[in-house]
């Protein structure tokens, strides 16, 4: 019996503004000979990170199929994202909906047991990177990668050029075909147009896309304008007030305060914070709707300023704080003690979870990117308090400024602090305000 193929699969996936426009890069290696056996890519339109990475995951292993369609097989992934590698290893659960049809995906293509993966620096992973790169290239130009301008692998010995198709349907030029045909395949179908404002706010919630395809989103937000260009009038924006809550006794000792654990209510300084806040609005008049996190110290929070505005309060699942596991209650210096390591991991990488499955900053990410698209769908044209906590606002900051996730331990924000971000027709948000406590005297 033959031994089997080896191969190596390097992968990658990127989104300019996470989400945002997308697009990932793959290709399949000889590792005696280092020549490239199949290079792909493809511009998949807003989407994350995340997303980016496992389709370029499945792209790569799906070339390894159609290439080698009756051979045995070995391959060694190699990707920079620690998230797909530990989540396809076993390592890490997949907790976020949109992750987990796309690792089942991955995982039916090639049997399990012919396959490992191994986390590299992104510096040796600078093929698949530079292809992911110049599908987003091309998808803002408004078209698709195409192998013939490709730079991708100029350092990298390539296989010789192939001849028709000739031989039986496992052959090298024949299992080439598939794979371009394979890939043409898999691109997702367009995106369906939105729901229009006025159908969001009669109530028709907007619809979530399906799993690996780009969120139904207004086709300019597929490659924003960047800059001062001469944009035509926009009209105006969704304006999201971003309001955290009050004090909890928890506050003022610095504790993990997520949504993994207790639910606090606010203390007597926050209820007097939320007051505060409830006059300020009052006084400027410009809030038209009120949208809240489920924990109780922003419901507390929302309802103050509802009962001042006449308004109803919305309760939003996404805009709940992060689950911090393990390190619920405690404060950063008795997690420090008791779970050093797993701490070190979670200040260095934005996809290491804290202790005991709680959330990891790129899945907090993701979460309330979905959250943001669905609200801008929902009040285009709206100032819209939202009510929530610490994260999710640093976190709609962050991706407004298409900041870097070490961002997140660059801001202050108070409690009862008003931080404003504006999203406009054409893709592009402002940030406004960041961690207000004027209106607090």
Same mark, same amino acid.
């Given at each position: 019996?033959?031994?089997?193929?080896?191969?190596?699969?390097?992968?990658?996936?990127?989104?300019?503004?996470? %989400?945002?426009?997308?697009?990932?890069?793959?290709?399949?290696?000889?590792?005696?000979?280092?020549?490239?056996?199949?290079?792909?890519?493809?511009?998949?339109?807003?989407?994350?990170?995340?997303?980016?990475?496992?389709?370029?995951?499945?792209?790569?292993?799906?070339?390894?199929?159609?290439?080698?369609?009756?051979?045995?097989?070995?391959?060694?992934?190699?990707?920079?994202?620690?998230?797909?590698?530990?989540?396809?290893?076993?390592?890490?659960?997949?907790?976020?909906?949109?992750?987990?049809?796309?690792?089942?995906?991955?995982?039916?293509?090639?049997?399990?047991?012919?396959?490992?993966?191994?986390?590299?620096?992104?510096?040796?992973?600078?093929?698949?990177?530079?292809?992911?790169?110049? /599908?987003?290239?091309?998808?803002?130009?408004?078209?698709?990668?195409?192998?013939?301008?490709?730079?991708?692998?100029?350092?990298?010995?390539?296989?010789?050029?192939?001849?028709?198709?000739?031989?039986?349907?496992?052959?090298?030029?024949?299992?080439?075909?598939?794979?371009?045909?394979?890939?043409?395949?898999?691109?997702?179908?367009?995106?369906?147009?939105?729901?229009?404002?006025?159908?969001?706010?009669?109530?028709?919630?907007?619809?979530?896309?399906?799993?690996?395809?780009? %969120?139904?989103?207004?086709?300019?937000?597929?490659?924003?304008?960047? @800059?001062?260009?001469?944009?035509?009038?926009?009209?105006?924006?969704?304006?999201?007030?971003?309001?955290?809550?009050?004090?909890?006794?928890?506050?003022?000792?610095?504790?993990?305060?997520?949504?993994? @654990?207790?639910?606090?209510?606010?203390? /007597?300084?926050?209820?007097?914070?939320?007051?505060? /806040?409830?006059?300020?609005?009052?006084?400027?008049?410009?809030?038209?709707?009120?949208?809240?996190?489920?924990?109780?110290?922003?419901?507390?929070?929302?309802?103050?300023?509802?009962?001042?505005?006449?308004?109803?309060?919305?309760?939003?699942?996404?805009?709940?704080?992060?689950?911090?596991?393990?390190?619920?209650?405690?404060?950063?210096?008795?997690?420090?003690?008791?779970?050093?390591?797993?701490?070190?991991?979670?200040?260095?990488?934005?996809?290491?979870?804290?202790?005991?499955?709680?959330?990891?900053?790129?899945?907090?990410?993701?979460?309330?990117?979905?959250?943001?698209?669905?609200?801008?769908?929902?009040?285009?044209?709206?100032?819209?308090?939202?009510?929530?906590?610490?994260?999710?606002?640093?976190? $709609?900051?962050?991706?407004?400024? @298409?900041?870097?996730?070490?961002?997140?331990?660059?801001?202050?924000?108070? %409690?009862?602090? $008003?931080?404003?971000?504006?999203?406009?027709?054409?893709?592009?948000?402002?940030?406004?305000?960041?961690?207000?406590?004027?209106?607090?005297?």
């Amino acid at each position: 019996m033959p031994a089997p193929r080896q191969l190596v699969v390097e992968a990658d996936g990127g989104s300019r503004g996470n %989400p945002g426009p997308a697009g990932y890069g793959a290709v399949v290696i000889d590792p005696d000979t280092a020549q490239v056996l199949a290079e792909a890519a493809e511009f998949i339109g807003v989407a994350s990170n995340n997303v980016a990475e496992y389709r370029g995951l499945i792209a790569a292993l799906t070339a390894v199929r159609d290439l080698f369609p009756d051979t045995d097989v070995r391959v060694l992934v190699r990707m920079d994202s620690k998230l797909v590698v530990e989540q396809m290893s076993g390592r890490w659960k997949i907790k976020h909906p949109d992750m987990k049809p796309l690792a089942a995906r991955a995982a039916e293509i090639l049997p399990a047991s012919s396959v490992t993966y191994e986390w590299i620096p992104r510096a040796e992973n600078k093929h698949a990177d530079r292809l992911a790169n110049e /599908a987003m290239d091309a998808g803002r130009r408004g078209g698709q990668w195409e192998p013939s301008s490709s730079t991708a692998g100029l350092d990298t010995p390539r296989a010789a050029p192939e001849p028709e198709p000739s031989g039986p349907p496992g052959d090298a030029a024949a299992g080439a075909a598939k794979v371009r045909a394979a890939m043409a395949a898999a691109r997702p179908a367009p995106a369906r147009a939105p729901k229009s404002p006025q159908a969001a706010r009669a109530g028709q919630a907007p619809e979530s896309p399906q799993a690996g395809q780009a %969120p139904d989103v207004p086709q300019a937000a597929q490659a924003p304008q960047v @800059g001062w260009g001469s944009a035509p009038d926009l009209g105006s924006p969704a304006t999201f007030v971003l309001l955290r809550h009050g004090e909890t006794v928890l506050t003022p000792e610095k504790r993990f305060s997520g949504s993994g @654990g207790g639910d606090p209510e606010l203390s /007597a300084t926050g209820r007097d914070q939320a007051a505060r /806040a409830a006059d300020a609005f009052a006084a400027r008049g410009t809030v038209q709707e009120i949208v809240s996190s489920p924990l109780r110290r922003c419901r507390e929070t929302a309802a103050a300023v509802a009962d001042r505005l006449g308004l109803e309060v919305r309760i939003e699942e996404g805009l709940r704080e992060t689950d911090f596991g393990a390190w619920e209650g405690l404060t950063f210096a008795e997690v420090r003690e008791r779970f050093g390591s797993d701490l070190s991991a979670w200040l260095a990488s934005p996809e290491a979870a804290p202790t005991g499955g709680g959330e990891s900053f790129t899945e907090v990410a993701e979460r309330v990117a979905a959250t943001r698209d669905r609200l801008i769908a929902a009040y285009a044209g709206r100032t819209v308090l939202l009510v929530t906590h610490v994260t999710p606002i640093k976190t $709609l900051v962050r991706l407004a400024l @298409g900041a870097p996730p070490e961002s997140l331990f660059r801001m202050e924000l108070l %409690p009862a602090s $008003l931080s404003v971000v504006a999203y406009y027709a054409d893709g592009n948000p402002s940030l406004r305000l960041l961690n207000d406590t004027s209106h607090l005297g």
